[in-house]
């Protein structure tokens, strides 16, 4: 038994995301390239469903009914066709989609464009592209190019999906009227008032009620009202105007589904060429948008499913388009609808509690018998309780958390352009506008930048809004000209970039000021590096170009302003500074000052919450004291998010050992008998210094603090040597040298020694705690997770889990 990591690639998401073995894959190669295949398992293995994914595929199932049917019509397709894309998305891209609990069919997000297809160039030929588009997938998915799709802009998505919402709920309104929807929202909007002057009684009573049913049932209180939220209130809504409408014998327009023998199968596309081309091109982009979006938040529902992970991961998106493309083809060529991810069915899906991709598949068994056995059933659904049904889906699209999101963003005018442009013009006419739009505001924001002087008795302040560009550089030295000579002044970049022209402008200024007798500050919001010609950390978050560092090995002494300090706070701290280097405190305070100017104001509302209510973290983060190791950036976690303990070497010593050490395991009970973290990570990194002393001294012996604590890690140096213990590896690669391999089975024995706390293995065996291995390469800024899989026969294997943000995989 070996173990093995492997490098935490987002772009390359390991067969744990997929319900299979984990695979290695080799740092050395490019970005995304394909893994090696597992090692082999057993050839017959019996296939295994879960209860929990037994359970949700039904809930699945009798969600996914009602909603192909209504998609269908609102489309003007088959009504078979969308029971054909339901079953083929269960089936076929669960079984090869890279998001295991994404659930496929027949999307609302598909409905313009496939109803414009139809209305173009009829049905057989929309079933051909929709097999071109299937095949473009594939194409790309081989270019493993998933993660270009999610580079546009939220704004144009969500525009997009609300420009969809608004036609679906226009059209079908005039089928939940009694009438018949027109090929256009213009022309649609132009015929309600005599829709409305023209309705029909029965048809507006069953939308009614389906749309009271829809949003009622949700909202019945108690704890009748928990045991009947178990059936989706789709199916609910549907059922209840079905039986109605069926007792009280009204006359309206019901399901027809014909025979299964005269089903319509894919034509060869037929029309002009460059139409056909943009409606595969149009066909594509909506369906790879909305599945890859669809699959990256369905990883954020399992993440936040209460209780311990599940052994899916993280989605490969590259493999999720593959099994989308494939979906598009088998659906195509069978006569059925475009098949994407489907939000509403994948939600149903995660909150159901499955646990692997089996629960999609087995929903796409039942609509296959549903479809067979359920014909006489099915034809008793009103077609006014679809449409009301597909209408509130279409309402629901146009989301208002999107709105308030875009609007704090400020990019209201590319999600408003995108949304006209779909409902006037179409999907890929709106999409192109609001991708045009997008970039004119990222261009107009980098070109725009403001910059303001100011005197504060006596400290002159230059405050530069905005990205620094030689754009700005004219109106930067007019800024910088009204500082008088001799004073102290601040210069205040509050952006991300500064280009060549700027820094060498701000270089210039600073020196003569500096010259004269004056003192120059540079502070900003973000902590940069240190700049050999400033003498000073650069904090405008800009790294300077290569002339511009210093030499390899050379640090240059701190240069202090003069006789300016802001105060008693920087006194004092220049004083607490004791006789180190006589700038350590000033730049100390200078952070501080930073933080309290520029980052608390963002900060204090959630600080202040987190006040209130006292810390919640999910995970106990036990990582080295190295200074190296910045766990809030190689985890990107906030406040509040981890209980972090550090110690030399991230040691943990057993329980009641000689020379043990109690806060190590007092932090442990804490956080896991009072704070009820869900998750354990122990962390090592590249060049501990702790296990380079082991190595050197061979014994962690000595009678100094330090020498008595590294005595902790002589099980980890024995580890190493004992051939007959499990070995660890770096998947991709060979460990460089004995240190690295020393703090790789370090991690793995620290494990151990966690397992043998009280309350850890209580929580263990309880089902409500996951230990986690990581190793953190500094040199390569470089993440690896352990994962322990299964599959060898000599037992377990550590591999790696691809994925930046699995820290609560099981160890």
Not at 145 to 167: D, E, W
Not at 545 to 568: A, N, Q, V
Not at 685 to 711: E, F, N, V, Y
Request: overall charge positive; hydrophobic content about 45%; charged content about 15%.
């Amino acid at each position: 038994m070996s173990s093995a990591c492997v490098p935490t690639h987002p772009e390359s998401l390991g067969p744990a995301q997929s319900g299979a073995p984990a695979e290695a894959t080799s740092p050395r190669r490019t970005k995304g390239a394909d893994r090696p295949p597992s090692p082999p398992t057993s050839p017959r293995r019996r296939l295994r469903i879960e209860g929990a994914d037994l359970s949700a595929s039904v809930s699945v199932f009798l969600i996914a009914l009602p909603l192909s049917l209504g998609i269908a019509l609102a489309t003007g397709a088959p009504l078979q066709a969308g029971l054909v894309a339901a079953a083929v998305g269960g089936l076929v891209a669960g079984r090869l989609g890279g998001c295991p609990l994404q659930v496929s069919g027949p999307a609302a997000g598909l409905t313009v464009v496939t109803a414009d297809l139809i209305h173009r160039y009829g049905w057989r030929t929309t079933c051909g592209i929709t097999v071109l588009a299937g095949l473009a997938q594939l194409g790309l998915g081989c270019l493993r190019v998933a993660r270009t799709a999610l580079a546009v802009s939220p704004a144009v998505v969500h525009g997009m999906l609300a420009g969809i919402g608004i036609t679906i709920a226009v059209a079908q309104l005039h089928i939940v009227l009694g009438g018949n929807p027109q090929s256009s929202v213009p022309a649609n909007v132009r015929a309600l008032p005599a829709q409305l002057a023209n309705v029909h009684p029965a048809a507006v009573t069953m939308s009614a009620l389906t749309l009271t049913l829809l949003f009622g049932w949700p909202r019945i209180p108690g704890r009748a009202g928990r045991l009947l939220r178990t059936v989706p209130a789709a199916l609910v809504a549907v059922a209840g105007a079905t039986a109605t409408a069926s007792l009280t014998g009204l006359t309206l327009p019901r399901v027809d589904l014909p025979s299964w023998s005269s089903h319509a199968l894919a034509g060869l596309p037929e029309g002009p060429v460059l139409g056909i081309v943009a409606a595969v091109l149009t066909t594509t982009l909506v369906c790879s948008v909305q599945s890859l979006l669809g699959a990256v938040a369905v990883d954020k529902l399992v993440v936040g499913r209460p209780g311990p992970q599940s052994r899916v991961g993280r989605s490969d998106l590259n493999r999720e388009l593959l099994g989308q493309g494939a979906a598009n083809i088998v659906s195509g060529a069978l006569g059925g609808l475009p098949v994407a991810g489907v939000a509403v069915r994948s939600s149903a899906n995660v909150q159901s509690g499955a646990v692997s991709r089996n629960s999609t598949m087995l929903h796409g068994v039942f609509v296959v018998v549903a479809a067979l056995l359920m014909v006489p059933v099915l034809d008793l659904v009103p077609l006014a309780s679809l449409a009301a049904l597909v209408m509130a889906v279409g309402i629901q699209m146009v989301s208002l958390h999107h709105i308030r999101t875009v609007t704090r963003h400020r990019e209201v005018a590319v999600y408003a352009v995108t949304t006209l442009g779909v409902v006037i013009l179409g999907v890929l006419e709106g999409v192109l506008l609001g991708v045009a739009v997008a970039v004119a505001v990222a261009l107009h924001r980098l070109a725009r930048t403001r910059i303001t002087h100011e005197d504060e008795g006596g400290v002159h302040r230059v405050h530069v809004r905005g990205q620094l560009t030689f754009l700005a550089v004219p109106r930067l030295s007019r800024a910088l000209h009204l500082v008088p000579q001799g004073v102290h002044a601040v210069v205040e970049l509050d952006g991300s970039f500064m280009d060549h022209a700027a820094y060498e402008s701000l270089r210039d200024w600073r020196r003569a000021h500096t010259a004269q007798g004056g003192s120059a500050e540079l502070t900003g919001c973000r902590v940069g590096v240190r700049s050999p010609e400033y003498g000073q950390e650069s904090e405008h978050g800009h790294r300077p170009e290569p002339g511009h560092r210093p030499e390899h090995g050379h640090r240059p002494e701190p240069r202090l302003s003069h006789g300016h300090g802001p105060g008693l706070l920087r006194s004092g701290l220049a004083r607490w500074g004791g006789g180190g280097p006589a700038g350590a405190g000033h730049e100390l305070a200078r952070g501080i000052g930073a933080f309290q100017r520029d980052t608390a104001p963002l900060v204090r509302e959630e600080l202040a919450r987190l006040a209130r209510e006292g810390q919640r973290p999910s995970q106990l983060f036990l990582t080295c004291a190295d200074s190296r190791l910045v766990t809030s950036m190689i985890t990107s976690s906030g406040p509040g998010d981890l209980f972090v303990v550090r110690n030399v070497g991230n040691l943990i010593p057993l329980p009641g050992e000689e020379n043990g050490d109690d806060s190590v395991a007092a932090a442990i009970e804490y956080a896991v008998d009072v704070l009820k973290v869900r998750s354990i990570t122990v962390c090592g990194h590249s060049g501990c210094g702790a296990m380079q002393a082991l190595l050197s001294s061979g014994s962690g012996g000595g009678t100094t603090p330090l020498g008595r604590w590294l005595r902790h890690g002589l099980p980890s140096l024995a580890r190493l040597a004992d051939d007959g213990l499990p070995g660890v590896r770096l998947a991709g690669r060979p460990a460089a040298d004995t240190a690295e391999r020393l703090c790789l089975a370090n991690v793995v024995q620290q494990l151990e020694h966690l397992r043998a706390h009280d309350s850890v293995a209580r929580a263990l065996a309880a089902g409500e705690l996951e230990l986690q291995g990581m190793y953190f390469h500094v040199g390569e800024a470089q993440a690896y997770l352990l994962r322990r899989a299964e599959g060898e026969r000599e037992g377990e294997v550590f591999e790696g889990v691809p994925g930046a943000e699995e820290l609560r995989s099981p160890a």
